[in-house]
């Protein structure tokens, strides 16, 4: 069976995917207000990130969360030990980066070339799942390039009101089938889709029809 492309995102309730870690995660933009995560991942969110993490055969990265990763969940001795830093450490990794071409976190592949086409073999000649974990602006190519099998989106139960968000003010348009769904105990809302093409619109004009 072919590997299924997953993305997970967390996610505010307005959109915003930027520096959900720390206040200094990620201050592009002059972004101030980092940290918002980790005050609202109850037990429900770790356990399933947990699984999420643990089922995953290998890992994609844009740069920008390669790095964050790398200096954290693969340096971090803490942080290592956990579930997710184990499959993060065990599995095979592969970075999407044309800025960075030799990576040091250990069993990092960097993909080169015609991208859409080793992330179709990539697909194709290994089983389980390959999970995205944040990767913005490589979840937004993976998506107009219908190359994603699942949209995890974990929701947080908060208005940032800046910040860099999920999907741009302008873009391709995607159909996504509800899959599942489930709320932690603190309230964020984890929803599964499968991506199914271009929405529908209805094409006629109220009352054209009287």
């Known amino acids: 069976m072919p590997m ?10 307005d959109g915003v995917v930027q520096g959900l870690g720390g206040p200094d995660e990620d201050r592009r ?13 109850d037990s429900d969110v770790g356990e399933y990130l947990d699984h999420v993490y643990s089922g995953a055969a290998a890992f994609l990265f844009g740069r920008i969360t390669y790095e964050i990763f790398a200096g954290s969940w693969g340096q971090i001795a803490e942080m290592k030990a956990t579930p997710i830093g ?3 450490n065990g599995r095979p990794k592969y970075l999407v980066s044309t800025g960075l071409a030799d990576p040091t976190w250990a069993g990092t592949t960097v993909l080169r070339g015609d991208l ?13 799942n390959l999970v995205v974990p944040g990767s913005i602006s490589l979840v937004r190519w993976l998506l107009a390039n219908d190359l994603v099998d699942q949209v995890d989106l974990l929701i947080y139960p908060i208005v940032v009101g800046q910040g860099t968000r999920l999907f741009p003010d302008s873009g391709p348009d995607i159909a996504l089938h509800h899959l599942n769904s489930r709320n932690s105990s603190g309230g ?8 199914e093409g271009r929405p529908n619109y209805v094409r006629g004009t109220a009352g054209a029809n009287e």
């Open 86 to 88: 184990t499959a993060l």
């Open 116 to 128: 859409v086409a080793a992330i179709r073999e990539l697909k194709d000649h290994d089983d389980g």
């Open 4 to 13: 299924a492309l997953i993305t997970t995102t967390n996610i505010t309730l």
């Open 29 to 41: 933009g002059g972004f101030d207000r980092g940290g918002w995560a980790p005050p609202l991942a």
């Open 188 to 195: 964020v809302t984890i929803q599964t889709y499968r991506p």
